[in-house]
């Protein structure tokens, strides 16, 4: 079993659809991070949460630490939505690298 | 300010030879990350800096593999007789510091590397 899974594995959706997506993770963490990958295009950081919620613009990532579940929304979904969100796990120990989802590809149609 | 830049962005090498991938992370950042995004796989972390020195080797998949950092900025990964395997996309990240408060990685945009 994968220390971070993700669910769905690919979400394809209309345009203004509420989108979510989940994370599990089973490891200590100190942080959790969302991130956004575009094809053929570079990584982005959406949000880094160790605690409650945060929102930014349509986006909201949420976690709740006891169950070790975070989620990620898109409110009013855009075409330009369109990418590939993965859920990274910054573990607690050591170099506190992040160990990373296998990432859910959205697909937001016009 | 730059961000994470890497070069080369895209490599074509043949099995066998030796390739240098090159990271210059955020001016400031002490903290360096390589990671590794193979075709179809996700992103796997395959070694960490605090400053020059390595803490933590552990994600590297075998002893052709290897990386170094220089002067607490550019960092080079060095793949020795490359396998058709080690095609992937190989990606940088930076962050202000390593451990404690965990601050936010900011990654680069990644070197294509394409082993015929």
């Known amino acids: 079993k994968n220390e971070v899974e993700q669910s769905p594995q690919n979400l394809t959706a209309q345009e203004g659809e509420f989108i979510t997506i989940n994370c599990s993770y089973s490891?200590?963490?100190?942080?959790l991070h969302w991130l956004q990958q575009h094809p053929g295009g570079g990584i982005v950081s959406l949000f880094m949460?160790?605690?409650g919620k945060k929102k930014h613009g349509r986006l909201i990532a949420t976690i709740n630490i006891q169950e070790k579940h975070s989620s990620l929304h898109i409110t009013a979904s855009h075409p330009r939505d369109s990418a590939v969100y993965i859920c990274?796990?910054?573990?607690?120990?050591?170099?506190?690298?992040?160990?990373f989802g296998q990432g859910t590809r959205l697909t937001i149609n016009p | 300010g730059a961000g994470v830049s890497q070069s080369p962005s895209n490599k074509v090498t043949e099995k066998g030879k030796d390739v240098e991938l090159r990271c210059d992370p955020i001016?400031?950042?002490?903290?360096l990350y390589w990671y590794r995004q193979s075709l179809g796989q996700g992103l796997e972390f395959l070694i960490y800096?605090?400053?020059?020195?390595?803490?933590?080797k552990s994600g590297l998949p075998s002893d052709r593999f290897s990386a170094e950092r220089t002067g607490g900025s550019v960092s080079t990964l060095t793949i020795q007789r490359t396998q058709q395997e080690d095609s992937a996309v190989y990606l940088c990240?930076?962050?202000?510091?390593?451990?404690?408060?965990?601050?936010?990685?900011?990654f680069g945009p990644g070197t294509r590397l394409t082993v015929t």
């Open positions: 490891v200590g963490i100190s942080a």
């Open positions: 800096f605090q400053g020059n020195s390595a803490p933590d």
């Open positions: 001016s400031g950042h002490t903290a």
């Open positions: 990274a796990a910054r573990v607690i120990q050591g170099a506190q690298k992040l160990v």
């Open positions: 949460l160790s605690s």
């Open positions: 990240a930076s962050s202000l510091v390593g451990s404690g408060s965990g601050y936010e990685q900011y």
